[in-house]
């Protein structure tokens, strides 16, 4: 147990590759502390009163404020005590170094691959190792609660996950700021770079699945939300898009804008109060829309369920308009939701002014028929597919069913990925799609679900609220 | 998040050697003593813990934003950034990332009204901020003004944007490493592991221990010690302490725990040094402490750059010219410092 010997190795962490300015031995963080004193030791006069330019000699140029300036001591100098002082220099916010930081400008920006919950997402090369990387700018523009609560869930959580199935954070880099950004730098998260989203592949027709390949991809999404949970992390926002799969066939979760820690699973005596405005509706599990508030990690299963599905349907298969009318699809799916399938609802306030519907019979496999022809799969779904939460299958549950385990096994996905030239995201789908379809009715009605019919990405962008498609947030909880 | 901490960026690379600690702070060293240093950083987490207790924030999030506090500080001299302006910032993101970000809108008007500030709390609350971040911000006018007055010659002068901008300097200075363990929670599994092995009957004598103990922990936040020790051996090292205050005998249970214990006691000696030292925990001020120093360190820092800041309607990053550092060490020297 003892630290330094546990500790030590440890210090050469996989962050350390990525940028060398981090490195925590003591000369270079001494070298590069001192780099950044030196720095501020220089002397600008503001920005705003006379913007300096990296070619701008430090200060003897600069117009003395209040005409008192005579002491200027060469950069990166200590000055002399003076006799005659000057209060009213200080730096230029443009001159700031994130010393500990890498720069934005190690980066080569490549194309724009993705439209997140708080930015954009572009695909980009690291100059120094070429490795090439996603990274997702951290939009300020809500100017409300500082740095993004979104973006520091992701920091905080991802930086302390490592596991194959979950999206791994690289790094944080910053762009400097410059008058062109009004002296506000924008912070970017470097990502390893994926090939492709489930969403996008999914709308490519000419993406076929094998058995065996449909099998792989849901063992691994399985195996992610595993560690996930296991991790005493709720991801609360499950759907395709937020799929990742690289060219090896690595199955990758993302998108980590709305997840959240627990410290323990709610009970009777301490309920966890967290809100139930989240998950993207389609994907939505009933107990969120019936308004509970002590969820449990089987939050995601339901979503993984949903996924699993559209794994055959090729498009969402509870897509409703509102709460309501999702709460009714749910319903003709998994049968009534009454007191008797799922005992908790009589304590659950905001369920008491919903008329759901009732006296519908439990069809999952049924309805779900049509699409599966695997019975095993139906069984799995029909285990996942359950309202009341605690009696759906947990992650672990769901790993050691028979699907995984009978013929035709799981088969490895790199030969398929390998074999497709072109990535396929979400976002480049739609926005291609969306200029041949311009002509399609905007909404078009929809009943559930559409077999192999991946038309309605306009409705796809109206049930998944993204940052940017006409301002539309209201499943988002931020 | 359960998280693992021997391999979080806590232990990784966020524990130092005193060594470490006293190279990092070289600047500040020259001119002000260690003790000096570190008054002003107990005062700050007296501050932190004020507001806490004021706005009925969680100790986990205080605590957080106290060690946020000092792991800025170990990487920045502490004229690189105002200290009054840190605090607040700090708690502001401890919030955030301890998920605390929620504050009803009842509780927020409670805060207004106890801090005498009812009609301007209801109008900042139309506007576009968080109301953590808005009260976070009332709560510190009120304290500075009126608490801790005496080292403050001037109102609370900074904005909500000045916060927001600072956030973004700590995150970076702390590398983006956000989860901070704390000794609280493996306390407790000590303590139900230690009342496993007591007599059963006396379940009131082991909550005496704890809660002893918690508050212990919550001392140990105005030291190095959670820069510098696992919270682990920070926990057993105030249950130890829990132990000799109370007069109970768990000499035994200590003796089979697989730890370096010699470690364990250098925490001890810290703790009662400290408490033997500055503590009077009612008032949360270190009794010994220099006003004049605080005072010289405040005026004569940060005062003036604010002056012309706000006069700019621009920001916070006050650099100083470190010969106001040297020439705060003579006057302070000359004014005797208590």
New interface residues.
């Given amino acids: 147990m003892d630290p330094q010997a546990s500790g030590g190795d440890g210090k050469s962490r996989k962050r350390k590759s990525v940028s060398p300015a981090r490195n925590e031995s003591s000369s270079s963080s001494q070298s590069s502390r001192n780099s950044f004193f030196k720095t501020h030791d220089r002397e600008y006069v503001n920005s705003r009163d006379a913007p300096p330019g990296p070619s701008r000699p430090p200060q003897n140029n600069a117009p003395p404020q209040n005409g008192s300036s005579a002491n200027s001591a060469a950069p990166g100098q200590r000055p002399n005590p003076p006799s005659n002082t000057n209060f009213e220099k200080y730096k230029s916010l443009s001159d700031i170094t994130y010393p500990f930081m890498t720069d934005f400008s190690e980066y080569e920006r490549c194309g724009k691959i993705g439209q997140g919950t708080f930015g954009e997402v572009f695909k980009a090369k690291c100059k120094k190792t070429n490795r090439t990387v996603a990274l997702k700018k951290i939009l300020m523009e809500n100017e409300k609660e500082g740095f993004p609560i979104t973006a520091l869930r992701e920091i905080k959580i991802l930086y302390a996950f490592d596991n194959e199935n979950v999206v791994k954070l690289l790094d944080i880099c910053s762009s400097k700021a410059s008058n062109f950004n009004r002296y506000k730098s924008t912070f970017y998260l470097v990502f390893e770079f994926c090939e492709h989203d489930l969403a996008g592949l999914l709308s490519n027709k000419a993406v076929k699945f094998k058995e065996g390949e449909t099998k792989k991809l849901m063992q691994q999404l399985l195996n992610g939300l595993f560690y996930i949970h296991t991790g005493k992390v709720l991801h609360r926002d499950m759907k395709t898009s937020n799929i990742l799969i690289n060219r090896d066939g690595i199955l990758k979760i993302a998108d980590f804008g709305l997840a959240r820690a627990f410290s323990h699973l709610g009970t009777k005596e301490k309920p966890n109060r967290f809100t139930n405005r989240v998950v993207t509706l389609w994907y939505r599990p009933p107990e969120l829309l019936l308004g509970e508030r002590n969820y449990t990690p089987a939050i995601d299963i339901w979503g993984a369920g949903c996924i699993m599905c559209e794994l055959w349907t090729r498009s969402p298969i509870l897509q409703g308009q509102n709460e309501q009318h999702q709460l009714q699809l749910i319903g003709t799916f998994c049968g009534s939701i009454t007191p008797e399938v799922y005992p908790d609802i009589v304590n659950l306030e905001p369920a008491k002014h919903l008329s759901l519907p009732q006296n519908i019979k439990r069809d999952v496999k049924k309805s779900l028929e049509k699409h599966i022809k695997d019975p095993l799969a139906l069984d799995l779904l029909d285990k996942i597919f359950v309202v009341d939460p605690s009696k759906r299958l947990d992650a672990d549950g769901a790993l050691n069913h028979d699907y995984f385990w009978e013929d035709p096994m799981p088969q490895d996905l790199a030969p398929k990925m390998r074999s497709l030239t072109q990535s396929n995201f979400e976002f480049t789908a739609s926005a291609s799609r969306q200029t041949q379809q311009a002509n399609a009715p905007a909404h078009p009605p929809h009943p559930h679900p559409a077999p192999g019919n991946r038309a309605p990405v306009h409705n796809l962008n109206h049930g998944r609220p993204d940052a940017g498609v006409k301002g539309f947030f209201a499943d988002r909880v931020f | 998040?359960?998280?693992?901490f021997?391999?979080?960026?806590h232990?990784?690379?966020w524990?130092f050697d005193r060594q470490?600690l006293q190279?990092?702070r070289q600047?500040d060293y020259a001119v002000l003593t260690e003790d000096e240093y570190q008054k002003i950083l107990i005062f700050y987490a007296g501050v932190i813990q004020a507001i806490g207790e004021q706005l009925k924030i969680k100790q986990q999030v205080v605590a957080t934003a106290t060690v946020y506090f000092r792991r800025f500080y170990t990487?920045n001299?502490l004229k690189?950034i105002d200290p009054l302006l840190l605090a607040p910032t700090c708690l502001?993101?401890a919030s955030?990332?301890e998920?605390f970000?929620?504050i009803s809108n009842s509780r927020f008007s409670t805060v207004c009204q106890n801090i005498g500030k009812a009609n301007q709390g209801s109008n900042r609350l139309n506007n576009?901020?968080?109301p953590?971040?808005t009260s976070l911000l009332l709560a510190f006018e009120f304290t500075v003004k009126n608490k801790y007055g005496f080292a403050f010659q001037q109102e609370f002068p900074y904005k909500i944007?000045n916060?927001?901008e600072c956030?973004?300097?700590l995150?970076?200075?702390m590398?983006?490493?956000?989860?901070v363990f704390h000794p609280y929670r493996p306390l407790v599994q000590y303590c139900q592991d230690l009342g496993a092995s007591l007599d059963k009957k006396e379940p009131a004598q082991m909550d005496a221990i704890l809660q002893m103990a918690w508050k212990t922990v919550n001392d140990t936040l105005r030291t190095d010690l959670s820069l510098l020790?696992?919270p682990?051996?920070i926990a057993l090292a105030c249950l130890q302490i829990a132990c000799l205050t109370l007069q109970k005998d768990f000499k035994q249970w200590f003796a089979e725990l697989?730890?370096?214990l010699e470690k364990m006691m250098e925490i001890v000696k810290v703790i009662l040094n400290l408490e033997n030292r500055t503590l009077s925990r009612d008032q949360l001020i270190p009794t010994d402490f220099s006003l004049e120093l605080h005072l010289f360190v405040h005026r004569v820092f940060y005062n003036?750059?604010l002056?012309?800041?706000t006069a700019?309607g621009?920001?916070l990053?006050?650099?100083f010219?470190?010969?106001w550092i040297?020439?705060l060490s003579t006057v302070s020297a000359s004014a005797g410092c208590c």
């Fill in positions: 998040m359960a998280g693992n021997w391999l979080s960026s232990c990784q690379q524990l470490d190279r990092d600047i990487r001299s690189s502001y993101l955030k990332v998920e970000g929620v576009q901020f968080d953590v971040v944007n916060i927001f956030e973004f300097y995150l970076e200075m590398d983006c490493c956000l989860i020790y696992p682990y051996l697989n730890i370096d003036p750059v002056k012309s800041f700019c621009s920001t990053l006050s650099i010219p470190s010969r040297r020439l």
